[in-house]
């Protein structure tokens, strides 16, 4: 326990002593040792407990290319304003058939609930289901570093486990000027 003892001290002569008697003053200060030790308990767990984490990105092994069919590849692509253009399958064909859309980042009717239409279709017309689809994610030179973080958490929220980060084509980045202004 630790403790501030100041005595009185004696007075030279009797008539200042009757005058004035000091009494000792004890300050106890273990309650303020005790909270020193919750602070430091507390900043050093916390700091422990707040690592942060890295995404895993896998990337496709050398070798021949792997063939998928067009029902189960969807591109997205990051164009300025927040803005994502996307299709199904190859470009000319969903530009013909219409199998194309604009959409954003927002949580209803954003490219999240895209995704999540894409998988329901998947669970009825493959064999195996949502872990068929693939997802290419392509980033025009107006995007944002954010929006593609953006896209890459939309694969983590919604179990995609199968999507790339390609280069996008002069096709389609003349498509996402003309579609998105």
Not at 8 to 26: D, I, L, P, V
Not at 28 to 52: E, R
Not at 78 to 97: E, H
């Amino acid at each position: 326990m630790a403790e501030l003892d100041i005595a009185a001290g004696k007075s030279r002569n009797k008539k200042s002593m009757y005058k004035q008697k000091k009494q000792s003053t004890k300050v106890d200060l273990t309650p303020m040792v005790d909270l020193g030790f919750l602070l430091i308990t507390f900043f050093m767990v916390t700091t422990a407990w707040t690592k942060p984490h890295a995404t895993n990105l896998n990337m496709p092994a050398k070798g021949a290319p792997t063939l998928i069919g067009d029902s189960a590849v969807i591109s997205v692509l990051a164009g300025k304003d927040n803005k994502i253009f996307y299709y199904n399958g190859n470009l000319d064909g969903s530009l013909k058939s219409g199998a194309f859309g604009i959409t954003n980042y927002s949580m209803q009717n954003g490219i999240g609930e895209i995704i999540r239409e894409k998988h329901l279709l998947m669970d009825k017309i493959h064999k195996g289901g949502r872990k068929e689809l693939m997802v290419l994610i392509k980033a025009s030179d107006d995007a944002d570093y954010e929006n593609v973080v953006s896209l890459l958490d939309e694969m983590l929220i919604n179990n995609v486990t199968r999507y790339a980060l390609v280069d996008i084509t002069a096709d389609e980045n003349k498509l996402l000027k003309e579609k998105i202004q």
